[in-house]
């Protein structure tokens, strides 16, 4: 059953600015004590594209140095650090008590046409071909190419790819509602991914027995898409080593054009005895 639902999500995505470059928006409803680092990732989408009219998100790059806690309230401080012709950045950070936890530079660009290339997509299948999977944390349809179980302690290789399509919600033609619910997904299952290789552990020993947590995330957007139409989110986690994992993947629509690409930093620690 997930945690939680696509209308208090979409919620999230409708922020106040409470004074001139300071923002608040609602958190998830869930019974969790830290904020959700996916749900940061779309509610900073959503602000700089509020703040840039006429340009989309190009680059994000976020840092999570401490956790946000769900039982106090938060600010998002919104510094418009350039606009020129078709670029402009925006530096956020969200804040509890005076102190960031969550640090943010968002790159944005007025859509342009030019010459075109990039590498096949991957041949993974349909998403009919793919096993359907509730994500918990993700509340709208994914189905997992070849039924990959990331609680499963087996050891397999650190691969892991995924279809999802946001249903049942009239998104519009707004670009920024479907990189920030994009963005969210990619938060999910780096960390499961890194753990696949290592015998006798899996995510579901985070909290458990291993302390996890995201503390860097990068989402570079290279096309228009739309995200309730079916995704492809293929990723990669190369290495697990001095406490931390390092992942990536891409994301495609379902006709294969790469549409976004993510890296992902964490913290894998075992829990003291």
Not at 105 to 128: F, I, T
Not at 158 to 180: I, S
Not at 245 to 256: I, S, T
Request: hydrophobic share 40%; glycine share 8%; proline share 7%.
């Amino acid at each position: 059953m997930t945690a939680v639902d696509l209308a208090g999500l979409l919620r999230c995505l409708e922020p106040t600015e409470t004074t001139p470059g300071s923002w608040t928006a609602p958190n998830l409803p869930m019974d969790y004590h830290r904020i959700f680092g996916g749900q940061l990732l779309a509610q900073t989408i959503i602000l700089a594209t509020a703040t840039a009219a006429g340009r989309t998100i190009r680059s994000l790059g976020c840092l999570f140095p401490r956790e946000g806690s769900l039982a106090k309230p938060f600010s998002f401080e919104i510094e418009s650090s350039h606009t020129g012709r078709t670029f402009a950045t925006r530096r956020i950070s969200a804040e509890q008590d005076g102190r960031p936890f969550f640090l943010a530079q968002a790159s944005l660009h007025v859509p342009e046409g030019g010459p075109e290339h990039q590498e096949p997509a991957p041949n993974l299948g349909d998403p009919a071909d793919a096993e359907p999977e509730d994500m918990t944390m993700i509340p709208w349809e994914t189905r997992v190419v070849g039924a990959v179980n990331l609680r499963d302690r087996a050891v397999g290789p650190a691969e892991y790819a995924f279809w999802t399509r946001v249903g049942g919600v009239d998104l519009d033609d707004k670009p920024a509602y479907h990189q920030a619910l994009l963005a969210y997904a990619t938060d999910l299952t780096v960390i499961g991914t890194a753990l696949r290789p290592l015998e006798g552990i899996s995510q579901a020993d985070a909290g458990e027995t291993l302390h996890t947590a995201v503390t860097g995330h990068s989402i570079w957007f290279h096309r228009p898409f739309r995200i309730d139409d079916w995704c492809l989110i293929s990723q990669r986690a190369p290495a697990v080593a001095g406490a931390r994992a390092f992942g990536y993947g891409n994301a495609f629509d379902k006709d294969g054009m790469l549409v976004a690409s993510f890296a992902q930093e964490s913290m894998i620690r075992p829990v003291a005895a």
